[in-house]
């Protein structure tokens, strides 16, 4: 299914034009137009789903190989020196484009992408209560 008021769904299926890296029948690779860094790219499904948890498991693990291809391509291409691959599901997680998408982040020995956090601790407590919850 398409969403008519979704960007990344004209974009995905070539109504919108954009940086195409790479194309199959369920994806297309686009150049991010607000790049963190030379290269940054995005996976798009061209099937619109708002985020990792409406997506299908077989679309979900298609999208990481893609995601392995399209990293070892670009370093390759780029001659980075690492790559994130990354991706934001809901405003609280920087998501703000409600259409999946992998980010693909080439890495370039100090760069000035700003992707960290600080450490917390992991207490006893606390995990108590997360394998309480999850694990199992
Ligand atoms: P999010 O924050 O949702 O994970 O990422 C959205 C990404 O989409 C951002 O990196 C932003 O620069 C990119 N973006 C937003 N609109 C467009 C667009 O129209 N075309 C392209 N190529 N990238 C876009
Ligand atoms: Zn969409």
């Known amino acids: 299914m398409k969403d008519v008021n979704c960007i990344f769904c004209k974009i995905a299926n070539g109504e919108i034009p ?3 890296l790479y194309e199959d029948e369920d994806f ?3 150049l991010d137009l607000g790049p963190a860094s030379k290269g940054h790219a995005l996976i798009l499904p061209k099937e619109h789903f708002a985020n990792v948890f409406e997506m299908p498991e077989e679309l979900a693990a298609k999208a990481f190989v893609l995601a392995k291809r399209m990293a070892a391509k670009m370093k390759d291409a780029l001659d980075c020196d690492g ?3 990354l991706q934001n599901n809901g405003t609280a997680a920087g998501q703000t484009v409600f259409h999946f998408h992998m980010h693909l982040i080439p890495r370039y020995d100090n760069d000035q992408v700003g992707l960290t956090w600080i450490p917390g601790s992991l207490s006893e407590e606390m995990k108590e209560e997360i394998l309480s919850k999850l694990a199992g």
């Open 28 to 30: 297309r690779v686009i």
């Open 18 to 20: 954009s940086a195409t």
């Open 83 to 85: 790559m994130n691959i």
